[in-house]
């Protein structure tokens, strides 16, 4: 059984904000394969399904961004998840590009409060992770306000693409084929890569 989490805020007024991505990944997910995450359990959303031949979680967090791991943590716990091989996590990344996605196995959390908060709490690092790319903060903004933001008429379209790549990249990791995904999605990364060193 593998959970899939993607990382976000709750409330309507982040809904499709940079921040969210994770969330809209899962919804994604949740629409390719008829599983609707709708049920409340451990402080968040779940949904249960099949993809790829294999039972799956899909889980939105529903802690706020920077206390994710407390709902993770309990989820994985109940669900007597490994974590090293069946929870992947999906959240943005300001490094990378819109349309782009960066996948891993382990590493830090790069400086993503969610991540902190999730590898705090299980203790390790050593997890599948897809990062979808949200472009760059720009000189002078204040990074919680960027993350936050919307996308502009511009970005929309190469978000989308990034999200259905990352969708179709957890298809294939859940499949069983983590570095074929991460041959073929992890090709046009964006001008830095925190963690990198850490795949």
Known sequence: MYIIAGLGNP???YMHTRHNVGFDTIDI???KNDISVETLKLRALIGKGMIAGQKVILVKPQTFMNLSGESIRPLVDYFK???????IVVYDDIYLEP???RIRKKGSAGG?????SIINHLGTDEFMRVRVGVGE???G?????FVLSHFSQDEKEAVYSG???ASNAVEMMIAGNVDAAMTEFNRKAGKSDPGADNA
């Open 29 to 31: 997910l949740g629409d």
């Open 99 to 101: 349309g782009n996605i």
């Open 163 to 165: 999200m259905i790549k």
């Open 11 to 13: 409330k309507p007024e």
């Open 137 to 139: 903060k720009p000189k």
């Open 81 to 87: 998840i490994d974590v090293k091989s069946e929870l």
């Open 112 to 116: 993503h409060n969610g991540m902190k």
């Open 141 to 145: 903004y204040d990074l919680a306000d």
